[in-house]
């Protein structure tokens, strides 16, 4: 099928590289001309698993390319996605004027019968409102359906949720739209849930609130382990083997970040304000998740007393492994506050430096070549992101080069018997005993 995505993004970009894998003819389109053009260079802009390769063969077989002409783009698709960014605005709220632009450029063009995707994340009633704008700006008499179809990839393992997901959600109310859906699923050969638009907008905000609020439970359980002298990591294997709860997003740490779940929360919040049902309990989700940074500082005060000159060593920067995304990343987070105390940051990540010396942050802290260059004569290590190279990293000369032996790892990534067989003080996150 002739499929055209619109926003090139994260989410546009990988989309459009899986749809053309499974066979699609896929056109992506982006006002940004800088992208575009280094996307026609092969250039990708973010680090994803597998991403670059699926781009490269098939721009090469010729089923995928890219554009900055919206009107190229509505001319080629059957149905056009629209993947463009819904950030947050200082409420919480969702700013939803890219969305709006995109709905008014593709009714400028439409000329015949076109499918038009949400694919962003958006709140409920939106698809509703895409319809009313393209109604409102298109040429009288066009025919044109909106869908809901949200997207549930993992940054990091985004290629390998688009191929294989666990389920595709259609939210629509017509049949030659949904039989359109259908078919460009049909080679993903996944369950799929076909339902209004509503349920599938909020689908999505529910689904990332869910995994968000076992996130903020196994940390306030970690608090409870802390002080009575037990271990989370035991206590999440112990309740996660009910197959009803699941083991999954159990993992006591720092707290949820990136671009996904600190906005969509707030998103769900406000949006459930608006409709005079204000959701309490996601609100706790959220100040269980900030207390959780608050915690991890007080308990470094606690060991260094002031961090006013410290030299400090903080592995991990992305906002989780396996990808490059800094974005509201609660690894960038600790570092700003340990520089505002004063403290002197030494800091490494596997992929994400570059990115991290796009903030404002990287001028105010060393960023080194090695996690061991990070942590010499580093007072305290903290593991801010659990990379795996850092669970493989030679105690020996790690204990060498600190000037203290002393680990604050933030997502319990150490075996912390190993560690103290080496010398080293350590302290994870829930592991009171
Ligand atoms: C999340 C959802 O998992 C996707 O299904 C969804 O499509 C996506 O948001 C989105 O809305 O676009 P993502 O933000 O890429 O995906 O990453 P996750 O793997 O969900 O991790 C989010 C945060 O939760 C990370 O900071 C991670 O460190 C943290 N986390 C995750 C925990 O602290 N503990 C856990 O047990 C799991």
Redesign the pocket.
């Known amino acids: 099928m002739k499929l055209t995505i619109i926003g090139s993004g994260y989410?546009g970009l990988t989309t459009g590289a899986c749809f053309a894998e499974a066979g699609h003819h896929v056109v992506c389109v982006d006002n940004d001309e800088a992208k575009v053009a280094s996307l026609l260079a092969g250039e990708i802009p973010i680090f994803e698993p597998g991403l670059e390769a699926l781009v490269k063969k098939n721009v090469s077989a010729k089923r995928l390319r890219f554009t900055s002409s919206t009107e190229e783009g509505v001319d080629h698709g059957e149905v056009l996605f629209i993947a463009v960014p819904t950030p947050p605005q200082a409420d919480g709220s969702v700013d939803l004027s890219f969305m709006e632009k995109v709905a008014r450029e593709i009714a400028q063009y439409l000329t015949s019968y076109r499918v038009i995707v949400d694919k962003s994340?958006v709140p409920v009633k939106t698809g509703e409102r895409v319809a009313h704008t393209i109604r409102r700006h298109a040429k009288p008499g066009v025919e044109f359906d909106v869908v809901s179809n949200p997207?549930?990839?993992?940054?990091?393992s985004a290629v390998a949720d688009l191929m294989k997901p666990d389920r595709i959600v259609i939210g629509g109310n017509s049949d030659r739209a949904l039989a359109l859906m259908q078919k460009i699923y049909e080679p993903f050969m996944a369950p799929v849930l076909v339902t209004d638009i509503n349920s599938a907008e909020l689908i999505?905000h529910a689904?990332?609130s869910f995994?968000a609020l076992?996130?903020s439970y196994?940390n306030a359980l970690a608090e409870i382990c802390e002080i009575s002298g037990a271990d989370v990591l035991k206590v999440a294997e112990g309740i996660g083997a009910d197959k009803r709860i699941g083991r999954?997003?159990?993992?006591?740490?720092?707290?949820?970040?990136?671009?996904?779940?600190p906005k969509?929360i707030a998103a769900f919040i406000a949006i459930s304000e608006q409709l005079g049902l204000p959701f309490n309990l996601l609100k706790e989700v959220q100040s269980i998740n900030n207390r959780q940074i608050d915690r991890f500082l007080d308990a470094i005060r606690e060991a260094l007393w002031v961090l006013k000159d410290k030299k400090i060593a903080v592995w991990g920067l992305s906002?989780?492994p396996n990808t490059d995304d800094v974005r509201c990343s609660?690894a960038m987070t600790l570092v700003e506050r340990l520089v505002a105390e004063g403290a002197v940051v030494s800091a490494y990540d596997p992929k994400a430096m570059d990115k991290a010396r796009e903030l404002p942050v990287a001028a105010q802290i060393r960023l080194t070549e090695s996690a061991l260059e990070a942590a010499k004569e580093a007072e305290v290590l903290i593991i801010a992101t659990e990379w795996p190279e850092f669970a493989s990293v030679d105690l020996a000369a790690l204990r060498e080069t600190m000037h203290t032996p002393l680990i604050f790892d933030g997502r319990n990534l150490l075996d912390p018997a190993a560690v103290r067989d080496f010398g080293f003080q350590y302290r994870g996150i829930g592991r009171g005993v």
Request: charged letters at 20%; proline letters at 0%; hydrophobic letters at 40%.
């Open positions: 989410v994340t997207e549930f990839l993992r940054e990091g999505k689904a990332n995994l076992k996130i196994i999954s997003f159990l993992n006591a740490g720092l707290g949820y970040g990136g671009s996904c779940f969509d906002f989780k609660v």
